[in-house]
């Protein structure tokens, strides 16, 4: 018989929240409102009749309940802090769960919102025994600080049944699981209103009663989907169950306890995010080159914010600075009510990585320090240059993606002769082939008149070209000084006209 092990989440949304008040508890001025607010009493509410489905332990001294109005749930305290029922979320929330735990256990199947059902026959040839496995899984499971109840039954919905009415109940024994089954009132079992109704007028009151009838007894008296309920609750046949597939791609989502009006205090939270996405990528053998955050707020539109590093990194500390830069520039529309954290694009570490040292902590390398330009000027700001297949000037290079392989150093011929400081240019040792393919560190955002003296030190260099494409140039460049001392690169056209195209650095 396949033994299974079914943990059930009852106030996981509330739990999560709870979290996300930790998160925004650091330091400085928000630490008073944010433990304030751990502190006050807590309910969800939901349903058409707004009615509390979960709620903590301070919320339960004060005498509310769950399946209580709000009206009378908020008429107990003045302080009670109310969210809506948010369904997607737990959903949300249990796969996270479940991609937590698909570390240490493989089969998986999802009960959302608020339940996962593990396969444990598979798992304890690894982990020798039943207690050695739950206690692993347990461990392992209380790092998330979600409240949780479990139990093992000898199929999915009476595991289920055990872990949501009878609590923790963990054994390899079916006289044990059963004795405890059976003592389970029939209102626990998943059963429409009406079919419950008409088990009561018979007189059956516990799952016992139930038991005691034979199956073709049931189908007679009763319609064959409570024969096949039945049926797969004592095991006699197999419960469809779809096992979860671990999720290619990393994306979360926190909602804050409180609103958050100042971007600064957001980093908490943020971090917290993050470290759940070292761990995927790490875990995976993965680096993100750009993440995709997304900051929800009150009353406006969701703002979202591409943050990329061209090199790529799993490491929480460098995406929280990036972050930090990105969002010094952002101007809020409304309060930020909750977070989301997307990796938008990975790599394999090796495909960045030119040696084994390429990165050493403390150090900052060449794609590092793009990342940090672009987050703090924006990347359009931040652009390298490639050379191009022209000999004019103005169209000899463009921009193009920063340290991409596609961008080639714009480097010249190397001169052996004396910078332009030194020897005047005019020395024979300058007047060689190669310092004709001189070009200035600086070319003019327009081409400017040569409206002043100047004193020609080299030249001519000839250029004529470009008749294919309608911008044809035919020009003579010089190498001239004036009179405050800077050197330019000047040249004459066809008409005999003198211009400035660049300054020397």
Not at 105 to 121: E, M, N, R, W
Not at 161 to 187: F, I, K, M
Not at 429 to 453: D, E, G, N, V, W
Not at 486 to 493: A, I, K, M, N, Y
């Amino acid at each position: 018989m396949t033994l299974w092990l079914y943990l059930h989440f009852p106030a996981i949304q509330l739990d999560k929240l709870k979290m996300a008040a930790q998160a925004q508890t650091p330091d400085g001025a928000q630490s008073d409102d944010a433990l304030a607010a751990l502190s006050r009493p807590c309910v969800i509410v939901g349903g058409h009749d707004n009615r509390v489905m979960q709620l903590d332990q301070a919320a339960a001294q004060l005498g509310i309940a769950a399946g209580m109005g709000l009206a009378g749930a908020a008429a107990r305290s003045r302080e009670l802090l109310v969210h809506p029922y948010d369904e997607a979320g737990e959903k949300r929330t249990i796969r996270e769960i479940a991609q937590w735990l698909y570390l240490i256990t493989a089969d998986i199947a999802l009960f959302a919102p608020q339940g996962l059902l593990l396969k444990v026959s598979g798992m304890l040839a690894m982990y020798r025994d039943l207690s050695h496995y739950l206690s692993t899984l347990r461990s392992h499971l209380d790092t998330q600080s979600f409240s949780y109840r479990f139990a093992c039954g000898y199929s999915p919905e009476a595991a289920r049944l055990l872990a949501e009415h009878h609590g923790e109940l963990v054994s390899q024994d079916p006289e044990v699981l059963e004795s405890a089954l059976y003592g389970l009132p029939l209102t626990a079992l998943s059963l429409p209103a009406k079919q419950l109704e008409r088990l009561r007028r018979v007189g059956l009151k516990t799952v016992a009663d139930l038991f005691t009838l034979p199956l073709v007894e049931l189908g007679k008296r009763f319609d064959c989907e409570l024969v096949q309920y039945v049926s797969r609750l004592r095991g006699k046949v197999p419960h469809p169950v779809t096992f979860y597939q671990s999720e290619p791609e990393f994306e979360r989502h926190l909602p804050l306890l409180y609103d958050i009006e100042n971007l600064d205090w957001l980093n908490k939270p943020l971090l917290k995010l993050l470290v759940q996405q070292e761990q995927f990528l790490r875990l995976r053998n993965r680096h993100a080159t750009q993440l995709t955050l997304t900051l929800h707020q009150r009353d406006a539109e969701p703002l979202v914010l591409n943050i990329g590093r061209g090199e790529g990194t799993d490491r929480a500390d460098l995406w929280l600075t990036l972050c930090y830069l990105k969002l010094s520039k952002v101007t809020l529309s409304g309060p930020v009510q909750a977070i989301g954290l997307k990796v938008a694009q990975m790599c394999q570490p090796d495909e960045l990585m030119t040696d084994l040292f390429a990165e050493r902590r403390g150090t900052m390398t060449p794609a590092g320090l793009v990342a940090v330009l672009q987050a703090r000027l924006g990347e359009q700001a931040v652009q390298g240059v490639k050379a191009c297949d022209d000999l004019r000037p103005e169209r000899a290079s463009a921009y193009c993606t920063p340290l991409s392989g596609s961008g080639t150093p714009l480097s010249g011929t190397p001169l052996s002769g004396t910078p332009l400081s030194g020897t005047p240019l005019s020395d024979d040792r300058m007047a060689s082939s190669a310092i004709r393919y001189l070009r200035p560190a600086f070319l003019l955002p327009t081409i400017q008149p040569l409206q002043h003296k100047v004193t020609v030190h080299l030249g001519p260099e000839r250029i004529c070209t470009g008749w294919w494409d309608a911008h044809e140039v035919e020009r003579d460049y010089f190498v001239a000084q004036d009179l405050q001392g800077r050197w330019l690169w000047v040249f004459r056209d066809r008409q005999q006209r003198w211009f400035c195209h660049g300054i020397f650095s």
